[in-house]
């Protein structure tokens, strides 16, 4: 989280996520999060792999 507690005035939120790698049992995630007056919340990154 970029601040303190995320708010948005109506509900809203924009999240954006997007796949950088997938394929061979693994994934790699980018996601971003605004409020709805535009302001940026939060970004992540999420790895995944699946082993078996």
């Known amino acids: 989280v ?7 005035r109506d ?3 924009l999240l954006r996520a997007t796949t950088d790698y997938a394929r ?3 994934s ?3 996601m971003a ?3 709805a007056e535009g302001m ?3 970004e992540q990154m999420q790895s995944v ?3 078996g």
Request: net charge negative.
């Open 28 to 30: 790699s995630q980018q």
């Open 2 to 8: 970029l601040g303190p507690q995320p708010l948005t």
């Open 24 to 26: 061979e049992g693994s």
């Open 11 to 13: 509900g809203w939120w």
């Open 33 to 35: 999060i605004w409020n």
């Open 40 to 42: 940026p919340v939060g």
């Open 49 to 51: 792999a699946v082993f």
